[in-house]
């Protein structure tokens, strides 16, 4: 079957054997080998059908734990996959790589203090790859061990000195606990002194850029190398993100060259680049593209919605209904607390101890003021673990208001909910949240804990809007939602609706809590 390319028969036949068919260690080999095929070719649910009988017993090999645990992650149950991953380390006791893999994948879930546990178990065992240092020095900075971090990354950048994802990161810990351009770039620029054409490298230090406010200097930067023969997809992808504010056509002209390229991964970027030309009507057929793929992609949602709303689409005013999805209610009440004005106080005073960075990070929406690094829930401070009592009423009341229904909001509406992130936002006077979305999430929110005196000064300050795309768009549009933080107040929302915040004045910072919910 596997020489025919038949990968999901072959994974069907096996699922279906007796318990007790065919010699087990050969049956396990065979699994191994179909379900890598199955994972390459992108049938992560047929290759489950494998793995799923022989992973849970006693006797599975290695072999077939760890692929089991790769097919629990590529179908997003990270969380699950995460006990095969130890007992993969412990059948081989000795493999440093087993000890990277459950490392990695504790990193990702945001278990830090894990994560380097098992990484410096994988030093020890000979494990000294770049790739081991990266996930390191990520999980010293998820536990604000900042000093420790860049000590890491130095190492990285000691082994593999063009690793432009590592460098971009460290870049970024320097720029959030400096605000100095300078300083953030300095691990870059040393790099490429000795590849001065690495396109990893430019594209790190133009994000840097980019992210820091400079698009210009950003798409400078890139152009020369983005208008070679042999560009990589990822420099005419930041090229043609730069240039749709600086260079409109040339955006589209990168834009295009980068999915002849790399394929669907550009899609959204082409989107963006026919919206920056008024072309609407190729960005829609892009982003149809797009959700056909993955019904679920947020962010390819909200392109489409802003093409429908520039050729007047009935579909954007049914996807933006701002009156039955845009839904502020005030928290509840968790135990312990006697009131919500002492519980907001208490767990207000618990994020403000965890801003520990200077400044924003790169790739993320805030401008000017901070964000936490740190796992929220894995919290053990009493009001953040707390925070999901306070926020169940509310967002089981939105699913109930919001009801069942065809389209990407109700269709994925199982009344129940669990959090896919969560985190602070500490806004400086004159910060705000450039509009965006969450591709990742269902729902959105932002629940406010203290805020500005201009909030309510009698204009929209440091208010929430909704419907400004984030992206250039001609015609240019505008917000067309707004609400009114208070204290204790949290506003939900589809993840696929842009939104971003209102600079204000004033000396008071503006503190949030926020987080992303997906179906249970």
Not at 203 to 211: G, L, M
Not at 238 to 248: E, F, K, N, S, Y
Not at 427 to 433: A, Q, S, V, Y
């Amino acid at each position: 079957m596997m020489q025919a390319g038949r990968i999901a028969d072959a994974c069907a036949a096996l699922a279906g054997l007796a318990p007790n068919a065919a010699p087990l260690d050969q049956r396990m080999q065979a699994t191994v080998e179909v379900a890598r095929h199955a994972l390459t070719n992108g049938l992560a649910a047929a290759a489950l059908s494998a793995t799923e009988p022989l992973a849970g017993r006693s006797n599975a090999t290695a072999g077939l734990i760890d692929i089991h645990a790769q097919v629990l992650k590529a179908l997003g149950r990270r969380e699950e996959a995460l006990p095969f991953l130890e007992r993969a380390a412990k059948v081989n006791p000795k493999s440093a790589v087993a000890e990277h893999n459950l490392g990695a994948a504790l990193g990702d879930e945001q278990h830090f203090a894990d994560a380097e546990a098992a990484i410096r178990r994988a030093l020890a065992k000979g494990g000294d790859a770049p790739e081991t240092w990266l996930v390191l020095a990520r999980a010293l900075q998820g536990q604000d061990r900042f000093d420790e971090a860049e000590a890491a990354f130095a190492e990285v950048a000691r082994r593999r000195p063009n690793y432009g994802v590592a460098l971009r990161e460290w870049a970024q810990l320097i720029w959030m606990r400096t605000e100095d351009m300078a300083a953030a770039t300095a691990p870059i620029d040393q790099a490429l002194k000795a590849a001065p054409g690495d396109f990893s490298l430019l594209s790190a230090r133009a994000k840097v850029f980019e992210n820091a406010g400079d698009v210009a200097g950003a798409l400078a930067m890139l152009r020369d190398t983005a208008d070679r023969a042999d560009a990589s997809a990822e420099v005419l992808v930041g090229a043609a993100q730069a240039a749709a504010i600086c260079d409109p056509a040339a955006g589209v002209a990168y834009a295009e060259r980068a999915i002849a390229l790399a394929g669907m991964p550009a899609a959204s970027t082409l989107a963006e680049a026919y919206l920056s030309v008024g072309r609407a009507d190729a960005a829609e057929q892009v982003a149809l593209a797009i959700v056909e793929a993955n019904r679920f992609d947020q962010g390819a949602w909200a392109l489409l919605a802003t093409a429908w709303r520039i050729l007047g689409d009935a579909r954007y005013p049914a996807l933006y209904d701002y009156a039955a999805f845009v839904r502020p209610a005030l928290i509840d009440v968790p135990d312990g607390w006697d009131d919500r004005e002492s519980y907001v106080a208490e767990l207000g005073a618990a994020l403000r101890a965890l801003h520990a960075m200077k400044t924003h990070p790169i790739g993320q929406s805030l401008r000017h003021g901070s964000q936490t690094s740190q796992s929220l829930q894995r919290s053990n401070h009493p009001a953040i673990k707390a925070f999901r009592q306070a926020v169940d009423g509310p967002i089981r009341g939105y699913m109930a208001a919001v009801g069942e229904g065809s389209d990407i909001l109700r269709s994925r509406n199982t009344g129940d909910w669990r959090f896919s992130g969560l985190w602070s936002v500490k806004l400086r006077p004159n910060g705000f949240h450039v509009d965006h979305t969450h591709p990742q999430g269902w729902l959105s929110s932002a629940c406010y804990l203290a805020l500005p005196k201009a909030v309510g000064a009698g204009g929209k300050e440091g208010w929430i809007k909704f419907g400004e795309p984030g992206v250039p768009t001609v015609p240019t549009l505008e917000p067309e939602h707004y609400v009114q933080p208070q204290p204790g107040l949290l506003a939900l929302f589809p993840s696929y609706m842009w939104h971003g915040t209102v600079p204000f004045s004033g000396v008071d910072d503006r503190l949030t809590i926020a987080f992303d919910v997906v179906p249970a």
